[in-house]
C-alpha cells in the first residue's frame, strides 16, 4: 500500500469545506438522495448543517481527500435545522425531512463517542486514509474520556465492515429496516463497537 503524507487537521478554510461536502456527498449519494434532491440542495443545506467542532479531516498538500463525522453528547455533526430546510423547500416538504432527519438520529449515551459519518474522495480509496481519520477519532475519544466508539455500517457495504473489524470494531446488533430504507440503498445496519 502506497503510503501518503495525510494531516488530520480539525478545521479547514471555506473552500476546503465546500470539497469536504461534496466527498461527503458522493460517498452517501444514494441515502442523501432518497431524502433531498438535487445535489446543489443537498450539498448547500449540508454546508449550512456542518458543524465544525465535530468533524476531522484528512488533507494531502491542502486538498481535502476525507472526512470523519461525529455525533456525541446527543450533537450530530450535520444538524438539520427547520429554518434552514425552509429556504429550499416548501414548508411541508421542509418538515418531512426534518422530522425524518430527527427520528433516524440516535440518541447515545455521554460516555460513548459515535462515528456517524467516513467518506474518503474515490480517488483516494484503500489507501489508510479512513483508518487515519478512525485512529484521531479514538486518540480524541480517550482525551476526552468516551468508553466507547460506536457506528454503523449498511448491509450493503460489506469492505467497510471488514475494514472495521480489522480495526478492532465487534458487532454489537443488527437494525433491520426492512422496506423503509430500501430507496437510501440498504435493509439493514449493524451497530459496532470499540471499547476504548
Known amino acids: 500500500m502506497q503510503k501518503l503524507n495525510i494531516e488530520i487537521a480539525d478545521s479547514i478554510n471555506k473552500n476546503q469545506r465546500i470539497r469536504a461536502i461534496e466527498i461527503f456527498y458522493d460517498a452517501f449519494e444514494?441515502?442523501?438522495?432518497?431524502?433531498?434532491?438535487?445535489?446543489?440542495?443537498?450539498?448547500?443545506?449540508?454546508?449550512?448543517s456542518l458543524k465544525d467542532d465535530q468533524v476531522f479531516y484528512a488533507l494531502l498538500g491542502g486538498n481535502v481527500v476525507g472526512l470523519i463525522g461525529l455525533h456525541y453528547k446527543n450533537?450530530?455533526?450535520?444538524?438539520?435545522?427547520?429554518?434552514?430546510?425552509?429556504?429550499?423547500?416548501?414548508?411541508?416538504?421542509?418538515?418531512f425531512i426534518y422530522r425524518i432527519y430527527k427520528l433516524t438520529s440516535p440518541k447515545?449515551?455521554?460516555?460513548v463517542l459515535r462515528i456517524d459519518s467516513i467518506a474518503v474522495d474515490k480517488s483516494f480509496r484503500r489507501l489508510?486514509?479512513?483508518?487515519?481519520?478512525?485512529?484521531?477519532?479514538?486518540?480524541f475519544a480517550k482525551n476526552k474520556g468516551f468508553n466507547e466508539v460506536?457506528?454503523?455500517?449498511?448491509?450493503?457495504?460489506?469492505?467497510?465492515?471488514?475494514?472495521?473489524?480489522?480495526?478492532g470494531f465487534k458487532e454489537k446488533?443488527?437494525?433491520?429496516?426492512?422496506?423503509?430504507?430500501?430507496?437510501?440503498?440498504?435493509s439493514s445496519e449493524y451497530v459496532m463497537s470499540y471499547k476504548l
Open 108 to 111: 447515545i449515551k455521554d460516555d
Open 150 to 167: 460506536i457506528l454503523e455500517v449498511i448491509n450493503t457495504n460489506p469492505k467497510a465492515k471488514e475494514l472495521y473489524e480489522s480495526i
Open 128 to 139: 489508510g486514509i479512513g483508518t487515519q481519520l478512525i485512529n484521531k477519532v479514538f486518540e
Open 75 to 95: 450533537k450530530p455533526f450535520l444538524e438539520f435545522k427547520y429554518r434552514d430546510l425552509r429556504k429550499y423547500f416548501n414548508p411541508l416538504q421542509s418538515y
Open 173 to 186: 446488533k443488527i437494525v433491520r429496516y426492512y422496506f423503509l430504507a430500501r430507496s437510501a440503498g440498504f
Open 30 to 48: 444514494q441515502k442523501i438522495r432518497a431524502l433531498i434532491k438535487p445535489k446543489e440542495k443537498a450539498i448547500a443545506i449540508c454546508n449550512r
